[in-house]
């Protein structure tokens, strides 16, 4: 896929994630976020109920497998929830974006991204492959930021840099490629079912 067709994915999934998040994130002034708030602390007892039991069930599991299981989980209590912050909300369209077959993409956390806010979470898609994932420089001219969060923003990769701020030499990254494993529907519903 070319730049403008990795572009309209990028909106197309920002576009869904808004769809499924009427409550918006706990983080930004909305008028759903106080319910938001307490929406998110419900489902942070989910999600480390989920990791607890998936780390006992399934110790087989590699990080990354692992990781994709989480961001699919976390996705499907987004969903759930209605709302979500940055890492919800990339969440749920990287699921998005696997489900539709648009790759190559990337989950990717920075947990100091933000020196007063703290960190943020974002997909990217079209990353060039064997690109160095903490050089934004080498991500090449196709790849685009997928950002429902911060300002429902898709934009070039290689405005990272001057889109938040910061300086290049992105360390702490971390990747999920979706390819490596499929997710089981039925565990995270069973899963949702339970307080």
Not at 35 to 51: G, H, P, Q
Not at 120 to 137: L, M
Not at 150 to 174: C, I, S
Request: charged share 25%.
């Amino acid at each position: 896929m070319g730049y403008f067709e990795n572009l309209a994915w990028a909106q197309k999934a920002i576009a869904f994630v808004k769809k499924h998040t009427p409550l918006g994130p706990s983080n930004k002034v909305s008028s759903g976020m106080a319910t938001s708030k307490i929406v998110r602390e419900e489902m942070k007892v989910y999600l480390n109920a989920y990791s607890s039991n998936l780390a006992r069930d399934r110790p087989d599991l590699d990080v990354a497998k692992s990781s994709e299981l989480n961001i699919a989980f976390i996705a499907a209590m987004t969903m759930r929830f209605g709302a979500g912050n940055c890492g919800e909300q990339a969440a749920l369209a990287f699921i998005f974006l696997r489900d539709q077959q648009v790759f190559p993409i990337d989950y990717i956390e920075k947990p100091d991204l933000f020196l007063n806010y703290g960190g943020h979470a974002f997909v990217v898609i079209g990353r060039k492959q064997y690109s160095d994932p903490n050089n934004v420089d080498e991500w090449g001219e196709e790849a685009v930021v997928c950002d429902p969060h911060q300002e429902e923003k898709a934009f070039p990769a290689r405005d990272l840099p001057r889109y938040f701020g910061t300086p290049k030499g992105y360390v702490g990254l971390r990747l999920v490629h979706p390819s490596i494993v499929s997710v089981p529907v039925g565990e995270v519903r069973d899963a949702l079912r339970r307080p």
